[in-house]
């Protein structure tokens, strides 16, 4: 099993930043991919950047030059640093983590963006 916990949430105005952490705990040899994904009311949970243990990484359209995802392999966490946030960011953010083809998921962390 593979423990999530998610940090970094909160409430923000449109323009600024948030850096969410996520820390992975239990079996943590053999995750490769760890990754972000949102989901905001109504809609369905779509990813939000994604990296591998080697440092692929991969964004959504809607975020790409603004937010950048990080791995501290040693520590076991993942990052995702939000700039330039708008209103349309405003979701709850859950952190992934696929080990051994099995996809691990924290509680979530609310992010809100005010206009």
């Known amino acids: 099993q593979v423990q999530l916990v998610e940090s970094g949430g909160g409430l923000v105005q449109a323009g600024g930043s948030l850096r969410l952490s996520c820390a992975a705990s239990?079996?943590?040899?053999?995750?490769?991919?760890m990754g972000w994904y949102c989901q905001a009311p109504g809609k369905e949970r779509e990813l939000v950047a994604r990296?591998?243990?080697?440092?692929?990484?991969n964004y959504a359209d809607s975020v790409k030059g603004r937010f950048t995802i990080s791995r501290d392999n040693a520590k076991n966490t993942v990052y995702l640093q939000m700039n330039s946030l708008s209103p349309e960011d405003t979701a709850v953010y859950y952190c992934?983590?696929?080990?051994?083809?099995?996809?691990?998921w924290g509680q979530g962390t609310q992010v809100t963006v005010s206009s």
């Open positions: 239990g079996s943590t040899v053999g995750i490769n991919a």
């Open positions: 990296i591998t243990t080697s440092g692929t990484t």
């Open positions: 992934a983590a696929r080990r051994l083809l099995i996809d691990y």
